[in-house]
């Protein structure tokens, strides 16, 4: 199964879980043409109110083009919303902006807080352009709702994904370097240390020694070290075999 694949499966769990239907889906595409008019209004709103935060402007670096981008970006967003296609593609590209808000460093309380800025809107526009009865009104904005948060969830779940990764990432090659940084100091000094070691593996063979060993052995042992029976060499063999036996 691919990573694509196992979003959408959770997606269709989640759908489940608030209850999201067919007739929701019926009903957000109804509403959609007494609302897409407004479309241009709410994403004004929505950029306008986040230049206001220096937190969430501040990932905002290519100026007014950057921002007309995402404008239409939003636009796209907000008309896919109301088509009533929620299938994995739907899912792919909810799931790409919440990677994206970790790539460019925004915060997720600013997602979440943009996105409640954002329902308030397509809420109002809905009541006011409604013009059926109280129930229906209130069954489409329950589907909206759901709808919504269906979105914020699938957002706030790649972005968790990504943010948690980065940071592994992040440790494993703090990790790798600091293991880089000991293993340097521990082949210094055991080129320069004025005492014989020895690395042995659990058989007793040599793995590796240092100069000085290799001097006092001079004679002893000839040929490179690496895989010398040391135990063999210098231990009388019942002494040989004990220390084998603590080795394993």
């Known amino acids: 199964m691919n990573s694509h694949t196992s979003v959408f499966d959770r997606y269709q769990e989640l759908q489940q879980y608030v209850g999201w ?5 019926d009903r957000i595409v ?21 230049q206001r935060h220096p937190t969430a402007r501040q990932v905002i670096q290519g100026g007014t083009p950057q921002i007309e981008r995402l ?15 929620y299938d994995q593609a739907y899912v792919s590209r909810r799931w790409r902006v ?7 460093g925004l915060p997720q309380v600013y997602t979440v807080a943009a996105l409640s800025r954002l329902r308030n809107g397509l809420v109002r526009k809905v009541c006011c352009q409604w013009t059926f009865d109280s129930a229906a009104l209130a069954a489409t904005l329950e ?13 706030g779940d790649a972005y968790e994904t990504d943010h948690v ?15 880089h940084r000991e293993k340097e100091l521990s082949a210094g000094l055991l080129a320069h240390a004025q005492a014989a070691i020895l690395i042995l593996d659990s058989l007793g063979r040599v793995v590796r020694c ?24 210098f231990l009388d063999p019942a002494e040989a075999d004990r220390v084998r036996q603590a080795l394993r």
Do not use: C, M
């Not at 239409?72 to 296609?85: D, I, Q």
């Not at 919440?98 to 460019?104: L, P």
């Not at 052995?217 to 060499?233: M, Y």
């Open 21 to 25: 239907s067919e007739a929701d889906a």
């Open 30 to 50: 109804a509403a959609g043409p007494s609302v897409a008019a407004h479309f241009g209004e709410l994403v004004d709103d929505f950029y306008t109110e986040l």
């Open 71 to 85: 404008k239409r970006t939003l636009a796209n967003w907000l008309e896919e919303l109301f088509a009533g296609r």
């Open 98 to 104: 919440g990677i994206r808000h970790v790539e460019i």
């Open 143 to 155: 589907s909206l709702n759901k709808l919504l948060d269906l979105d914020l969830a699938v957002i």
């Open 165 to 179: 990764r980065r940071q592994r990432l992040a440790e494993r090659r703090r990790l790798d370097d600091v293991l």
């Open 210 to 233: 240092n100069p000085f060993a290799e001097t006092l052995a001079a004679g002893f042992i000839d040929g490179p070290w690496a895989g010398q029976d040391w135990l063999q060499r």
